[in-house]
């Protein structure tokens, strides 16, 4: 199982991290993901056909923005 550690730009609200929580967890090979407010920041397990680029543009698509960290 592979991490990836994301800095979500954005998010104000709990609204705003489960839509960011939904949109990684809709991504293919995603286990688990936590999403952190006060941190703002998304922490992903998953397989390794997922890339960070996968991952990044569903946070983006979601309509915040990500950089891994």
């Given at each position: 199982m592979d991490q990836t550690n994301?800095?979500?730009?954005?998010?104000?609200?709990?609204?705003?991290?489960?839509?960011v929580r939904n949109a990684l967890t809709g991504?293919?090979?995603?286990?688990?993901?936590?999403?952190?407010?006060?941190?703002?920041?998304?922490r992903v397990l998953h397989d390794g056909s997922t890339t960070t680029a996968d991952l990044l543009q569903a946070v983006e698509s979601a309509g915040y923005s990500a950089e891994q960290t």
């Amino acid at each position: 199982m592979d991490q990836t550690n994301l800095r979500v730009a954005g998010m104000s609200c709990e609204g705003c991290v489960n839509a960011v929580r939904n949109a990684l967890t809709g991504v293919a090979g995603v286990r688990d993901v936590t999403v952190s407010l006060d941190e703002k920041s998304a922490r992903v397990l998953h397989d390794g056909s997922t890339t960070t680029a996968d991952l990044l543009q569903a946070v983006e698509s979601a309509g915040y923005s990500a950089e891994q960290t």
